[in-house]
């Protein structure tokens, strides 16, 4: 419904994909490919936004986008993060940096996430530098975040995430808007 501040210069908006024209990203036959084999059954989008990222813009904290729905085992994706690049990327403009397999180790932060943190075990941090048009694909559990933008210009990112049927994503977008009534 809203403009949601994710960190210091860093803002996601939400739209309506009937108001733009996102036919060719969702058309596309690798990206189905893939789609149909992460999600076999079924699967809708859950969210398209915008995230953008103003100059000055500082580093994230890592986080997860959303739940595991088991502490006791890894299970398949359930949602799956796909950002399109809306320019050509550089370091300067603060990329997507993720951890590569965390996605397994954040089900159960105590027992399987610190002893690697601690033992400086985790996967080396990387950042995609994409060019326009190109794709970041994630799961939902996995530990990212937005790098410092360190440029003059915006960086946009388009947002288009894919869950299974049964999923709904409640923690991002808060159901109450600012311009509801108060009871």
Not at 30 to 38: H, K
Not at 56 to 62: F, H, L, M, R
Not at 95 to 121: A, Q, V, W
Not at 165 to 172: C, R
Request: charge should be positive.
């Amino acid at each position: 419904k809203e403009i949601v501040q994710r960190h210091t210069n860093r803002y996601e908006m939400p739209f309506d994909q009937n108001n733009i024209n996102i036919d060719s990203i969702l058309n596309n036959v690798l990206l189905n490919n893939i789609l149909n084999e992460i999600f076999p059954t079924n699967y809708h989008i859950i969210n398209t936004s915008f995230v953008i990222s103003l100059p000055n813009a500082k580093d994230q904290g890592w986080h997860t986008d959303g739940p595991h729905f088991s502490v006791n085992e890894h299970l398949p994706c359930h949602c799956l993060n796909v950002f399109v690049s809306l320019i050509d990327m550089s370091i300067e403009l603060g990329p997507t940096e993720l951890r590569p397999g965390s996605h397994i180790l954040t089900r159960d932060m105590k027992k399987l996430f610190l002893p690697k943190l601690l033992t400086n075990r985790l996967s080396k941090a990387v950042s995609p530098i994409l060019n326009k048009g190109q794709i970041l694909m994630f799961d939902y559990r996995i530990l990212h975040r937005g790098l410092e933008n360190k440029s003059n210009q915006l960086r946009p990112v388009l947002v288009i995430t894919f869950a299974k049927t049964w999923f709904k994503d409640v923690l991002n977008f808060p159901k109450r808007s600012l311009f509801d009534e108060v009871i």
